[in-house]
């Protein structure tokens, strides 16, 4: 008997001329079956599909990257790890081991952090809602409060009248560094003279100390020249505040938004050409430092701390997201289409990141256009809008990334399940780090009315 | 378009014989239409599919030809001709 050929989904790619990519050819598609040798299918056959696999080799490896980057420019670096980035408990005690603070931004960031062990003495508070209970908690806790709004400087001047202290407070500003679209809702605007006000405020008040000022930037800055500009501003304000009032000012946070290794959609280049490594926003971010800061070590003040919230940069590229092809069609203008497992449900960051896409297992056949698709009945619900991919068959695993920032806090529970996550730890084990979503974890919380207890009681016997 | 009709009433549009006697197949998977002037990559399983179509209307019976050929479910071969006939009556009109 002749042995059959293998079968591999018919193809025909039209040739057209010109659409070259003057920078350089498609990348082919490389398989991977496993991360941190930890073969990826029985992960999938265990836990189920879709599946967030976190990196904690990687995800130290960045932390100590950032910290040693910054640490060789400048004597006193803090890093905070911003919770809302991904606030799993497990990839946020790998930083805490790392030496990361815990930066949070809302009441159920920072309870979450105490319930993981932080101590309120090495949170950063952030955020432009922090309701009296829990913002009480955090001043007697020792936490690091950065106010948002004078409403917030009166309300902590309130709770440290009634405790009978003075507490040590920093200022969150916001400013224009010409570089970056200014974010001017958070915080002291520093242009119309808002911030100091504010710093005069804090200076006649028996019951404060301003300690710190606090900025944000933006997300996914890609220019460096924009964290030169912002430190800059931040140390003359530094100075201008210690002149003003008799304060002294013991930290300088420079917030996050350092981009990741991911392709911003829109931006032609891949992000290995245009994202700026750790050193170099380092170099940047210090050496304006040092110039702004030239004279306080001959005037006998103390160098600041430089504090720096770095989230998406250290995380996305630790995590993977794992999803199996359930359907596939051709589209109306001949492009192929593949149904995934997992949409922008799981995916938020879809939304302006084309994710690589590489198959677990290598795929026969020539590669052409793709449009991945999520599982939800909506027509936003696109994971790539156009990969080169050879054809896909039911079943085929997807292995997407970077994942890490942004998509374990901001996925939703629209119509499916939220699948397990699990962590490769450096021994090579596999552990899960957070359980897949039954029905029943959605159910437990809803409540029945007596009366609504049947759905069709016409048809229960009186 | 002419109807092909599968013996369980399944019919497949194809383009019209003539379209499809024209085009010019290379081994190696090159579709030229001489008039039409569009030339195409096809994979090897296209390529066979082509080649049947070019004298075959059938769908089962292309079906039952394929699996001599390719390690295959019927129900997957069905279900992949299916597909890149539409695919063909795009290409080829």
Same mark, same amino acid.
């Given at each position: 008997?002749?042995?059959?050929?293998?079968?591999?989904?018919? !193809?025909?790619?039209?040739?057209?001329?010109?659409?070259?990519?003057?920078?350089? #050819?498609?990348?082919?598609?490389?398989?991977?079956?496993?991360?941190?040798?930890? =073969?990826?299918?029985?992960?999938? +056959?265990?836990?189920?599909?879709?599946?967030?696999?976190?990196?904690?080799? %990687?995800?130290?490896?960045? #932390?100590r990257h950032l910290r040693r980057a910054f640490s060789t420019r400048w004597p006193k670096v803090r890093h905070g790890w911003s919770y809302k980035t991904n606030y799993l408990g497990a990839v946020c005690n790998v930083l805490h081991q790392e030496g990361a603070w815990a930066e949070?931004?809302?009441?159920?960031? &920072?309870?979450?952090?105490?319930?993981?062990?932080?101590?309120?003495?090495?949170?950063?508070?952030?955020?432009?809602?922090?309701? !009296?209970?829990?913002?009480?908690?955090?001043?007697?806790?020792?936490?690091?409060?950065?106010? $948002?709004?004078? $409403?917030?400087?009166? @309300?902590?001047? =309130?709770?440290?009248?009634?405790?009978?202290?003075?507490?040590?407070?920093?200022?969150?500003?916001?400013? $224009?560094?010409?570089?970056?679209?200014?974010?001017?809702?958070?915080?002291?605007?520093?242009?119309?003279?808002?911030?100091?006000?504010?710093?005069?405020?804090?200076?006649?008040?028996?019951?404060?100390?301003? @300690?710190?000022?606090?900025?944000?930037?933006?997300?996914?800055?890609? /220019?460096?020249? =924009?964290?030169?500009?912002?430190?800059?501003? *931040?140390?003359?304000?530094?100075?201008? @505040?210690?002149?003003?009032? /008799?304060?002294?000012?013991?930290?300088?946070?420079?917030?996050?938004?350092?981009?990741?290794?991911?392709?911003?959609?829109?931006?032609?280049?891949?992000?290995?050409?245009?994202?700026?490594?750790?050193?170099?926003?380092?170099? =940047?971010?210090?050496?304006?430092?040092?110039?702004?800061?030239?004279?306080?070590?001959?005037?006998?003040?103390?160098?600041?701390?430089?504090?720096?919230?770095?989230?998406?940069?250290?995380?996305?590229?630790?995590?993977?997201?794992?999803?199996?092809?359930?359907?596939? %069609?051709?589209?109306?203008?001949?492009?192929?289409? !593949?149904?995934?497992?997992?949409?922008?449900?799981?995916?938020?960051?879809? &939304?302006?990141?084309?994710?690589?896409?590489?198959?677990?297992?290598?795929?026969?056949?020539?590669?052409?256009?793709?449009?991945?698709?999520?599982?939800?009945? *909506?027509?936003?619900?696109?994971?790539?809008?156009?990969?080169?991919?050879?054809?896909?068959?039911?079943? /085929? !695993?997807?292995?997407?990334?970077?994942?890490?920032?942004?998509?374990?806090?901001?996925?939703?529970?629209?119509?499916?399940?939220?699948?397990?996550?699990?962590?490769? *730890?450096? /021994?090579? %084990?596999?552990?899960?780090?957070?359980?897949?979503?039954?029905?029943?974890?959605?159910?437990?919380? +809803?409540?029945?009315?007596?009366?609504?207890?049947?759905?069709?009681?016409?048809?229960?016997?009186? | 378009?002419?109807?092909?009709?599968?013996?369980?009433?399944?019919?497949?549009?194809?383009?019209?014989?003539?379209?499809?006697?024209?085009?010019?197949?290379?081994?190696?998977?090159?579709?030229?239409?001489?008039?039409?002037?569009?030339?195409?990559?096809?994979?090897?399983?296209?390529?066979?599919?082509?080649?049947?179509?070019?004298?075959?209307?059938?769908?089962?019976?292309?079906?039952?030809?394929?699996?001599e050929e390719f390690e295959v479910d019927a129900m997957v071969a069905e279900r992949d001709v299916i597909e890149f006939a539409g695919l063909l009556r795009n290409a080829f009109k």
């Amino acid at each position: 008997m002749t042995q059959r050929m293998p079968w591999v989904k018919p !193809a025909l790619t039209p040739h057209r001329a010109g659409g070259m990519n003057k920078f350089g #050819a498609v990348r082919p598609q490389q398989h991977q079956p496993e991360l941190d040798g930890a =073969a990826i299918a029985p992960l999938l +056959e265990q836990y189920g599909s879709p599946l967030f696999i976190v990196s904690e080799k %990687k995800l130290r490896e960045n #932390a100590r990257h950032l910290r040693r980057a910054f640490s060789t420019r400048w004597p006193k670096v803090r890093h905070g790890w911003s919770y809302k980035t991904n606030y799993l408990g497990a990839v946020c005690n790998v930083l805490h081991q790392e030496g990361a603070w815990a930066e949070v931004v809302s009441e159920f960031e &920072y309870r979450k952090a105490r319930a993981l062990g932080v101590p309120g003495s090495r949170i950063i508070f952030n955020g432009p809602w922090k309701p !009296a209970g829990i913002l009480e908690q955090a001043l007697l806790e020792g936490a690091t409060i950065h106010l $948002d709004h004078l $409403d917030e400087l009166y @309300a902590v001047e =309130a709770i440290a009248r009634r405790l009978g202290k003075q507490i040590p407070i920093g200022l969150r500003l916001n400013f $224009d560094t010409g570089h970056t679209e200014p974010w001017s809702r958070f915080g002291f605007n520093l242009e119309t003279g808002a911030a100091m006000d504010a710093v005069q405020r804090i200076g006649s008040s028996q019951w404060m100390k301003l @300690a710190g000022l606090h900025s944000h930037i933006g997300t996914f800055v890609l /220019d460096v020249r =924009a964290y030169a500009r912002q430190a800059r501003i *931040m140390a003359e304000f530094m100075e201008a @505040a210690e002149r003003e009032t /008799d304060c002294s000012i013991e930290y300088l946070d420079i917030g996050g938004g350092f981009a990741s290794r991911n392709a911003l959609q829109g931006l032609y280049l891949p992000p290995d050409q245009v994202v700026p490594s750790f050193e170099q926003y380092a170099e =940047a971010i210090v050496d304006a430092l040092s110039e702004a800061t030239r004279g306080r070590t001959a005037l006998g003040k103390p160098l600041p701390v430089l504090v720096l919230e770095t989230g998406r940069a250290v995380v996305d590229d630790a995590e993977i997201l794992v999803t199996r092809v359930v359907g596939g %069609k051709r589209l109306p203008d001949g492009r192929r289409a !593949a149904i995934l497992d997992a949409g922008v449900n799981l995916l938020f960051t879809a &939304y302006w990141y084309n994710h690589e896409v590489r198959p677990m297992q290598p795929l026969e056949g020539l590669a052409e256009e793709t449009v991945l698709y999520g599982p939800l009945c *909506m027509n936003i619900d696109t994971v790539r809008a156009s990969v080169m991919l050879p054809p896909l068959n039911l079943g /085929d !695993a997807l292995l997407i990334s970077p994942v890490g920032a942004y998509n374990n806090t901001q996925w939703m529970q629209f119509i499916q399940n939220r699948p397990a996550v699990v962590m490769v *730890m450096q /021994d090579g %084990k596999v552990e899960p780090i957070r359980l897949a979503e039954t029905l029943q974890t959605i159910t437990d919380i +809803e409540r029945m009315p007596e009366t609504l207890r049947s759905p069709f009681p016409e048809t229960q016997p009186r | 378009m002419e109807k092909a009709n599968s013996p369980i009433g399944q019919s497949v549009d194809l383009p019209k014989p003539e379209v499809l006697m024209r085009l010019a197949l290379s081994d190696n998977g090159f579709v030229f239409d001489p008039v039409a002037g569009n030339s195409f990559t096809v994979n090897g399983t296209g390529l066979a599919i082509l080649r049947r179509l070019q004298h075959e209307s059938d769908l089962d019976s292309i079906v039952a030809s394929l699996q001599e050929e390719f390690e295959v479910d019927a129900m997957v071969a069905e279900r992949d001709v299916i597909e890149f006939a539409g695919l063909l009556r795009n290409a080829f009109k």
